[in-house]
């Protein structure tokens, strides 16, 4: 059995996966030491990864290491293999969710070309294309950070979250930032699809991240919206370095 950690801006999402099945999943706002040592006496993993968007708790990498057979450190290990290959001209500086994201789809569909976009804090577009070579991508503010600065960043503008019903046009300064931001947000995916159709016409397009389901349904293209894709690359990522030190 695999413990997966992939820590985020807001929490840390927790997966324990056999037979690349997740047995059991959480997300913590702030995971404790002893939690995840309770975890690990309940499920008795073999091995684990983690993938920080911060610098991952000492006590965790400490207690990883003590009480797995194996683990790894997406961030700071090196000798980690990929089973992707990495065109960024900074790979240091990648983000380490952006690398799970697209192993994660690659494992998924690996004979065709991939847009991966992750709406989280912020909104993510990778391309990936056969036979496994992550080309690059953009990043841009996601939907919650729009919202907050705009609030933050103004003298009179309010803090609001986003709901169901969008307007097409606001008739109050909340609808207008609502659906500025919103309809921004879609305007801005739909046309990364349409400027990778355009090049790859048989792209899959996938869509991860915490907003995810809310932009998946407004978006006029289809896409496999899954929030699994992270946990499903680290997953991989462990599985190829076991295999390949065999």
Not at 83 to 94: D, F, S, V
Not at 107 to 123: C, F, K, M, S
Not at 161 to 190: F, H, K, Q, S
């Amino acid at each position: 059995m695999n413990l997966i950690l992939d820590q985020g801006n807001t929490a840390t999402k927790i997966v324990l996966a056999d037979r690349g099945q997740a047995v059991y999943t959480a997300a913590y706002p702030r995971l404790e030491p002893d939690e995840l040592a309770a975890l690990i006496d309940r499920y008795c993993p073999e091995r684990g990864i983690i993938a920080s968007v911060a610098t991952p708790d000492p006590a965790w990498l400490d207690l990883l290491r003590r009480r797995l057979r194996r683990f790894l450190s997406l961030n700071d290990d090196p000798a980690i293999r990929l089973p992707i290959t990495i065109g960024y001209r900074t790979p240091e500086t990648l983000g380490r969710d952006r690398i799970a994201a697209a192993v994660g789809a690659h494992t998924l569909r690996p004979d065709t070309p991939l847009l991966v976009i992750d709406a989280g804090t912020a909104i993510t577009y990778d391309l990936v294309l056969p036979p496994g070579h992550f080309v690059g991508g953009n990043i841009s503010p996601g939907l919650t950070t729009r919202f907050r600065a705009l609030h933050d960043y103004t003298h009179r503008l309010p803090l609001i979250t986003e709901r169901d019903d969008v307007p097409t046009l606001g008739t109050t300064t909340e609808e207008a930032i609502l659906a500025g931001v919103v309809r921004g947000i879609v305007y801005e995916m739909n046309g990364y699809i349409d400027l990778v159709h355009a090049q790859h016409p048989h792209a899959t397009v996938f869509l991860t991240g915490g907003h995810a389901p809310y932009f998946d349904r407004r978006l006029k293209c289809h896409t496999f919206a899954s929030e699994n894709l992270v946990w499903i690359g680290l997953n991989r990522i462990l599985e190829y370095n076991d295999v390949e030190d065999k």
